[in-house]
């Protein structure tokens, strides 16, 4: 474990090495993450797990051998410790359950790209910093420390750079969207930047108001596009 160290080790398991690689990629560009490993089946992760003791598991369900829920219950029998963020095509609701059952720390379905887990590892690395630091006097600090980074802002305080007023016609841009828009439509439509909007609509994201999909042009990365959440 790194945790005087200030990194946060990660194996990647996922039986597509091509896949395992480009969640490599995305997960070393946040830090304080650091890959040191990967795995391609249930038991090259359980015995990954017990060579490298990672501090976070990204585990695919779908192994040729286990089924990715019923490792974790291995690594816990074996005294290991770590999170588990699940990462994974697998959207039936018992998939879900379970997942949850087991303690997860997040539950991302496929396809995504690095800005849907961006956003997840830095609120796994803020809730996991509270849990290392915090001291429980009483009630307030168990509270404090089960909301996390997983709670919306207190009193719907936006993150820093944000302002409440842009907020208000981004929000509007999705509402009188027909369908789905991309940052660059809303951008448009509200008079700011693509970069501000995109801002703002993965703000949206991360708080669970709006959708994301994924629309796949003939080249070029995947064009994001974003509708409010019903």
Do not use: N, W
């Amino acid at each position: 474990m790194t945790e005087s160290a200030g990194t946060i080790d990660v194996l990647v398991v996922d039986d597509d090495f091509m896949v395992a690689r480009v969640h490599r990629t995305f997960v070393e560009r946040v830090a304080p993450f650091r890959v040191v490993g990967t795995a391609h089946t249930g038991e090259q992760a359980i015995e990954a797990v017990d060579a490298l003791r990672p501090d976070l598991v990204l585990l695919d369900l779908y192994l040729p051998d286990l089924f990715g829920l019923d490792v974790i219950p291995r690594l816990r029998t074996a005294g290991h410790d770590c999170d588990v963020m699940v990462i994974t095509a697998a959207r039936e609701a018992d998939a879900v359950r379970g997942a949850v059952r087991q303690g997860v720390v997040d539950y991302l379905l496929k396809p995504f790209d690095y800005e849907d887990l961006q956003p997840r590892l830095e609120r796994y690395a803020t809730q996991r910093g509270r849990l290392l630091t915090t001291v429980v006097r009483g009630q307030a600090d168990v509270d404090r420390v089960l909301a996390g980074a997983f709670a919306p802002p207190a009193g719907g305080a936006l993150p820093k750079g944000l302002s409440v007023e842009t907020a208000q016609l981004v929000e509007r841009a999705l509402r009188e969207a027909d369908g789905t828009v991309s940052a660059a439509e809303t951008a448009t439509a509200i008079g700011i930047s693509r970069v501000s909007a995109r801002r703002y609509l993965e703000y949206f994201h991360t708080t669970g108001h709006v959708d994301v999909s994924l629309r796949y042009g003939t080249a070029g990365r995947p064009e994001r596009r974003y509708s409010r959440r019903a």
